[in-house]
């Protein structure tokens, strides 16, 4: 069986749709990851002892195992306990936690990096010490750490190739789709790899863009 | 959480993350010889060797791991290329984990201070011998630690060969899911299985990099 890549216009549409999934669940999931990585940071650095400690263990766990596992024990798991959640809802959950999990790691150390002197100075202006972090600390720390997030994000768009396992109809599930029809796998997954490649390009431009405008705004 | 169920199910994870190891293990060789070969390219004296290494990189970074694993494993034997799940497994995970590596060790290499080179090459010694004795014992203790952190990203991804029917951890719990009903207890049973790997590797790199340093 030879190669006949003159198959792929037929499914330009569906190809196009899937891709358009795959943008959505990349969004909605890095929306997820980065204000969940602010809110854990804070927990992890600033919650009381009791708080805290439960939140670690989430967090070494989410990173000490497979993406994949999380994404079954979300969409399988749940529904043992009585949340059936729809493919997608479970997909971006999974997504979202796992990177926010990560993203968390890096928001700490920018936390950690912001200078000692602004705590002290917004405390003696007589903000409280939930208005200091939430207003003076957390803007400057997120700021620094704007590229690795960046970096974290771009992972995220390939990871999202996962959710096809659970059943969500993005880009990797509709060139399945499209190869059960055609038995066709090396033109569709192929094709497949150029959209995520395209799509890539487009978030890095994106991304460099973002970099740029926080770096003039200091 | 029903612990005689997991008690009844443990010696076949145990079975089965043999093969996770297995796979990490092979991968792992595969991708540092792929990621030596990629960051001599990308540094190399010729244009056409650098733009290959760069366009390595770009692709296989720019696409996801799953993807190139179903191109090698379903559309393989379209070009010709007939493998078992876990060799299709192995080389997949072995050359996307390579392209993480060209960049970590190129950025070890260069990372090395110029006047090292500079040095050297003043003392008489040929590029082979400034690379060899001079720069690469250097950058091979900047390379650890982040060899270490691309290599627990490899465990993980491993997982990804239970979408092409490898029977390692992930899809072993994935199998008795379906079988009984109880996610949360496979989940665990796995997890515990997969942090206790990473763990273990985290000490042994740890203990790489502690006697790398220089006292």
């Known amino acids: 069986m030879g190669l006949d890549f003159t198959v792929l216009p037929g499914y330009f549409d569906a190809l196009l749709l899937g891709s358009l999934w795959t943008i959505a669940i990349m969004l909605v999931s890095a929306v997820i990851s980065f204000f969940g990585g602010i809110l854990l940071a804070v927990i992890a650095l600033y919650a009381p002892a009791i708080v805290r400690y439960p939140f670690r263990a989430f967090s070494f766990v989410f990173m000490g195992t497979p993406l994949l596992l999380q994404l079954f024990l979300i969409y399988f798991g749940l529904i043992q306990i009585g949340i059936d959640l729809p493919a997608f809802v479970a997909g971006v959950i999974g997504l979202g936690l796992h990177y926010a999990v990560y993203n968390s790691d890096i928001i700490q150390a920018g936390i950690l990096a912001v200078d000692k002197g602004q705590h002290e100075g917004a405390r003696t202006l007589g903000l409280s010490r939930g208005q200091t972090i939430r207003k003076i600390i957390v803007p400057q720390a997120v700021r620094t750490v704007i590229p690795p997030i960046g970096n974290n994000l771009i992972a995220l768009l390939k990871d999202s190739a996962l959710v096809s396992v659970i059943g969500v109809a993005e880009l990797t599930l509709t060139s399945q789709l499209a190869i059960s029809k055609t038995f066709r796998p090396f033109e569709f997954y192929i094709a497949a790899a150029a959209c995520y490649y395209v799509i890539n390009l487009g978030l890095e431009y994106g991304l460099r863009k973002i970099e740029k405008r926080v770096a003039v705004a200091r | ?215």
Not at chain 2, 37 to 62: K, N, P, Q
Request: hydrophobic share 50%; charged share 15%; proline share 3%.
């Open chain 2, 1 to 215: 959480m029903d612990f005689d169920l997991i008690l009844r199910v443990y010696p076949y994870f145990l079975e089965a993350a043999l093969v996770t190891i297995q796979l990490a293990v092979l991968s792992i060789i595969l991708g540092l010889a792929c990621g030596a070969l990629g960051a001599y390219a990308r540094l190399s004296r010729w244009a056409s060797l650098r733009f290959a290494g760069a366009t390595y990189v770009s692709v296989i970074r720019g696409t996801p791991a799953l993807i190139q694993l179903f191109i090698l494993y379903f559309g393989g034997p379209q070009i010709g290329i007939q493998l078992d799940a876990f060799e299709a497994g192995v080389i997949g995970l072995g050359v996307n984990i390579g392209a993480y590596m060209t960049e970590t060790i190129r950025g070890a290499i260069i990372a090395v201070d110029k006047g090292q080179i500079e040095a050297s090459r003043t003392l008489g010694m040929g590029g082979w011998q400034t690379m060899r004795y001079v720069i690469l014992p250097q950058a091979a203790r900047l390379m650890i630690r982040p060899l270490g952190v691309n290599i627990n990203a490899q465990i993980k991804g491993t997982a990804l060969v239970a979408a092409i029917s490898v029977v390692e951890l992930t899809y072993t719990a994935q199998r008795y899911i379906g079988s009984t009903y109880k996610p949360f207890e496979m989940f665990f049973l796995a997890g515990i299985i997969y942090m206790v790997i990473i763990y273990i590797t985290g000490l042994g790199i740890n203990w790489l990099d502690r006697r790398a340093q220089i006292k």
